[in-house]
């Protein structure tokens, strides 16, 4: 299913994403490295993309967010203990504020079950 959104002059359209289509075993990998303190916004993130009442025009930043959160070679390299991710919370937690409107209860409680399930406290 395509969505469009027209915004003065341009228009956008982006595929419904289902998740399916994000590899949930590599995300799930990388936020385990992560530590909970990134995957908490990076699951938010995530249930925002999948979730039907968020706009594409949103949906391509959180993509691009969650992208640069999964490519080994960013800015700071993950591999740089504790600095590593420290652009990539960056990326996340900016494009949370940028669309802040569209977080429901209903992502948040997704998210923070999800971040139990794979890092348990």
């Given at each position: ?6 915004s003065s002059?341009?228009?956008v359209?982006a595929?419904?994403?289902?998740s399916?289509?994000?590899d ?5 990998k ?10 908490q916004p990076a ?11 968020t ?6 930043t959180?993509l ?8 080994p070679?960013?800015?700071?390299p993950?591999l ?6 420290s652009d990539?919370l ?6 949370i ?8 209860p ?5 998210a923070?079950?999800?971040?139990d399930?794979?890092?348990p406290?």
């Open positions: 299913m395509t969505e469009q959104y027209r002059e341009k228009t359209e595929e419904v994403i289902d399916s289509l994000i949930e075993g590599l995300f799930r990388v936020l385990i490295n992560a530590g909970r303190t990134i995957a699951l938010e993130v995530f249930e925002m993309v999948i979730a039907p009442s706009p594409p025009q949103a949906r391509l959180m691009a967010a969650l992208t640069y959160l999964i490519m070679v960013d800015l700071i993950d740089i203990p504790v600095a590593g991710f990539d960056v990326a996340l937690t900016a494009v504020s940028l669309w802040s409107r569209h977080i429901t209903e992502i948040k409680l997704k923070r079950l999800k971040l399930k794979w890092l406290l």
